[in-house]
């Protein structure tokens, strides 16, 4: 898992973009293989190898340089071969089936990746920016593996074994020893036969080949998964540059990296969590923060889990999925609460601030939670607590 969300094949490869102004005509009828969401946006890779994406951020990835919602899917123009999509909170990016990745949106902090410091003004709030309207190649890479992304930052997992990241530095997230920020993809370094790569709002996660787990960037709340971090401080708190290992687990699969938490899955198929745990998003009933990997209470099975911001999920292999935390503006949990009213098995999980979705095993969509920027892209600005489906999805 990368970046909380699932690449899953069907009927071919597809990205989805954000969009759809209010009262917008729906979108064709879309199906869906890839699926992610950050902040108030949500992106969708289609069968077809588009994008589209709906809600708003920091900029609109929909629409950079406005903050006008996008309640329904609107088209990402120049992505025509997409595999996997992964959604920031300005900017987004997307793999292709070469292998390419392609940015589009906010490059304040180089989160464009093509080593660009000026493209097009964008204005959004009264603040001017540096943006792309349409996507641009990162630079030097041509053979992505996996892509994540957070609101100013993004890596990928490369087909050595390797991970690289760019945009913002801040707690040394881009893991290259450093706190500088990059406008072109950089190395982590000591990191070596990665197999998983999630990035979180303030930190970073992989999974190794030998099953460990090593996490890097800002370490509040025990997000970084040790007890034994550098002397390194960032913002009145501790953090690593580098990436440091992952108390309690030592065969990991997967990994998904959130706010100041992160969860992975087990080969045995349970699920475990670390980090901040004052909303429960640890999920093992209670709110202490957790500072190694410990298992999240009553489910077993699991093939998919996702740390977020407000709320952390789960899915099992026969695609039963169950949430904790705050969901939607209301208390989930500190325990997993089964997910009602899913037409079809959960085969990937992505959520924002206080929205969560899902994708299907037949290529639909269902999201819930706070729609006050379209985010569930449904075409309305209504919040719902119980999964709906974005408007052609």
Not at 6 to 27: D, M, N, R
Request: glycine share 16%; charged share 15%; hydrophobic share 40%.
């Amino acid at each position: 898992m990368v970046g909380g969300r699932v690449t899953f094949a069907i009927a071919g490869s597809f990205l989805v973009a954000c969009g759809g102004e209010i009262g917008a005509e729906a979108p064709p009828q879309l199906l869906g293989i890839s699926l992610s969401a950050n902040a108030s946006q949500t992106c969708i890779v289609a069968t077809d190898g588009r994008v589209w994406c709906w809600g708003v951020g920091d900029a609109s990835i929909a629409s950079p340089g406005s903050s006008t919602p996008r309640t329904t899917p609107t088209l990402i123009d120049g992505i025509h071969d997409a595999v996997e999509v992964a959604c920031g909170a300005g900017h987004a990016c997307a793999r292709t089936r070469s292998g390419a990745v392609l940015c589009w949106g906010n490059n304040d902090v180089g989160q464009l990746g093509d080593g660009l410091a000026e493209h097009e003004r964008c204005t959004a709030d009264g603040q001017a920016f540096d943006c792309a309207r349409r996507p641009v190649g990162v630079a030097s890479i041509g053979d992505a593996a996996a892509v994540s992304a957070d609101a100013v930052s993004t890596c990928i997992l490369r087909t050595n074994g390797r991970v690289v990241c760019w945009g913002s530095n801040a707690s040394g997230k881009l893991g290259d020893g450093t706190m500088i920020d990059r406008n072109v993809p950089t190395a982590v370094v000591g990191l070596e036969e990665v197999v998983d790569v999630s990035v979180g709002e303030f930190h970073a996660c992989a999974v190794r080949r030998d099953g460990s787990v090593w996490c890097w960037g800002n370490g509040r709340g025990s997000a970084l998964g040790t007890g034994d971090l550098t002397s390194e401080t960032c913002d009145h708190t501790r953090c690593s540059s580098r990436p440091l290992r992952v108390a309690g687990i030592d065969d990991a699969v997967s990994v998904s990296a959130g706010l100041h938490v992160a969860c992975a899955r087990r080969q045995s198929g349970a699920a475990v969590c670390w980090g901040a745990n004052d909303y429960g998003l640890v999920g093992d009933g209670t709110a202490k923060d957790r500072d190694g990997a410990v298992a999240v209470a009553g489910i077993s099975d699991v093939a998919i889990v996702y740390a977020g911001y407000l709320e952390s999920c789960a899915a099992s292999t026969k695609g039963d999925a169950w949430c904790w935390g705050v969901a939607g503006g209301r208390r989930a949990g500190f325990v997993p609460t089964p997910v009602p009213g899913l037409p079809s098995p959960v085969v990937a999980l992505a959520g924002g601030w206080y929205h969560t979705c899902a994708l299907l095993a037949d290529g639909h969509v269902r999201c819930w939670g706070k729609n006050q920027f379209g985010q569930l892209g449904d075409g309305t600005l209504t919040d719902h607590v119980d999964p709906r489906p974005p408007l052609g999805l």
